[in-house]
T-cell receptor
Framework: AQSVAQPEDQVNVAEGNPLTVKCTYS??????LFWYVQYPNRGLQFLLK??????LVKGSYGFEAEFNKSQTSFHLKKPSALVSDSALYFC???????????FGTGTRLQVFP | NAGVTQTPKFRVLKTGQSMTLLCAQD?????MYWYRQDPGMGLRLIHY???????AKGEVPDGYNVSRLKKQNFLLGLESAAPSQTSVYFC??????????FGSGTRLTVV
């Protein structure tokens, strides 16, 4: 069975500092991994995805994520946080041989000025 | 504009009432999904469809039914609403490059 874990309910970071939002996954076979962001009262917006290839994936708004197969992780990172990055972030995984995209419980990122 | 459109955006139901949520996409995607979002639980898959005329169960299908009579539309039905179905419902479709596009959501309250 597929599963995703986001171990932190909330991450607090000062503006200008680097941020990391953690994600680990469990799937059989090769994973397809995604990060989405949700602003208040809005739908989910795509940030980035890993399907195959380079383990470091760059996405929208300066975010990036590193696929680590041995640690089954796909942490979201940004070198310098902005107050406007404050939102709810979701990690999601899909096994290559299924049609279902499974989400983590979400991590609320709070960036303080 | 291309995308996923959900109607209605808000709805209040009484326990036992029925309703249908409509999801429409104009991107010619084969795959469509219905999720519910609840605090602390993330998004959970209710039902999904891999093409016109097909449906399949997700993680939390009980109390819901779906239909995909046309490729562009994916309907989610509640036959007898319960307070436990109070949630925000999101529809999504998937393109061939594994990108998922989400609608803006339907906020449903069952009293």
């Amino acid at each position: 069975a597929q599963s995703v874990a986001q171990p932190e309910d909330q991450v607090n970071v000062a503006e200008g500092n680097p941020l990391t939002v953690k994600c680990t996954y469990s799937v059989s076979g090769n994973p397809y991994l995604f990060w989405y962001v949700q602003y208040p009262n809005r739908g989910l917006q795509f940030l980035l995805k890993y399907i195959t290839g380079d383990n470091l994936v760059k996405g929208s708004y300066g975010f990036e994520a590193e696929f680590n197969k041995s640690q089954t992780s796909f942490h979201l990172k940004k070198p310098s946080a902005l107050v406007s990055d404050s939102a709810l972030y979701f990690c999601a995984v899909r096994s290559y041989n299924t049609d279902k995209l499974i989400f983590g419980t979400g991590t609320r990122l709070q960036v303080f000025p | 504009n291309a995308g996923v459109t959900q109607t209605p955006k808000f709805r209040v139901l009484k326990t036992g009432q029925s309703m249908t949520l409509l999801c429409a996409q104009d991107m010619n995607h084969e795959y469509m999904y219905w999720y519910r979002q609840d605090p602390g639980m993330g998004l959970r898959l209710i039902h999904y469809s891999v093409g016109e005329g097909t449906t399949a169960k997700g993680e939390v299908p009980d109390g819901y039914n779906v239909s995909r009579l046309k490729k562009q539309n994916f309907l989610l039905g509640l036959e007898s609403a319960a307070p436990s179905q109070t949630s925000v419902y999101f529809c999504a479709s998937k393109d061939p490059n594994y990108g998922y596009t989400f609608g803006s959501g339907t906020r449903l309250t069952v009293v």
